[in-house]
């Protein structure tokens, strides 16, 4: 009885060592490599140029540190800036910050009146080679091969007169223009 249970304990494993290299069975198989190519971001930027921009109150030029705005001024500020927009299907829009206009002195009432008040009529004004829109956002799309190119950026701030319930509320208020900030964001699809 031993050479049958010796028999059989072998046999089962021969039958277990089979099945257990049924998955080593060849398959075919075969590769080849595809065209390939290499690829390149493009690029967006916007940079202010050396010129320091002019400032002008309702059409003649100005020294802005040295002006009193009073209701029913309008100013304006006129810079040439680099805008890149590089990329074959890139889209972006050139704006103003909402941060471009701040009170001097954000716990004084007149000061934040002011901002508020400048801030609200604040608009930008954009033209170049590849700026589209009438705002208060332009689209910036490539001009052809030009990588970068230069754009007049003009904001124009008006101090409204006669406003309702206000307009003195913002007597000897002060703002901080020197942060003037354009922006350049991708539109998304």
């Given at each position: 009885m031993k050479k049958i249970v010796k028999a059989s304990i072998a046999t089962s494993a021969g039958v277990i060592l089979l099945l257990g290299g049924a998955g080593t069975f060849a398959t075919w198989n075969s590769s080849a490599t595809a065209q390939g190519a290499s690829?390149?971001?493009g690029n967006l930027v916007v940079e202010a140029s050396q010129d320091a921009g002019a400032w002008a109150a309702n059409g003649s030029p100005i020294s802005i540190a040295d002006y009193r705005i009073v209701p029913g001024d309008v100013l304006?500020?006129?810079?040439?800036?680099?805008?890149?927009?590089?990329?074959?299907?890139?889209?972006?829009?050139l704006a103003l910050t909402d941060s471009s206009i701040t009170p001097a002195d954000a716990t004084k009432p007149a000061d934040v009146a002011l901002a508020s008040y400048l801030t609200d009529s604040a608009v930008l004004t954009a033209s170049g080679a590849g700026i589209t829109g009438t705002g208060p956002t332009f689209t910036v799309t490539p001009a052809g091969e030009v990588v970068s190119q230069d754009v007049t950026v003009t904001v124009t701030i008006a101090f409204p007169a006669g406003v309702v319930g206000?307009?003195?509320?913002?007597?000897?208020?002060?703002?901080?223009?020197?942060?003037?900030?354009v922006s350049l964001t991708q539109n998304t699809k």
């Open positions: 690829i390149v971001a304006t500020y006129t810079k040439t800036m680099k805008v890149g927009a590089e990329g074959d299907s890139l889209r972006a829009t206000g307009d003195n509320d913002a007597m000897n208020g002060a703002v901080t223009l020197d942060e003037l900030t």
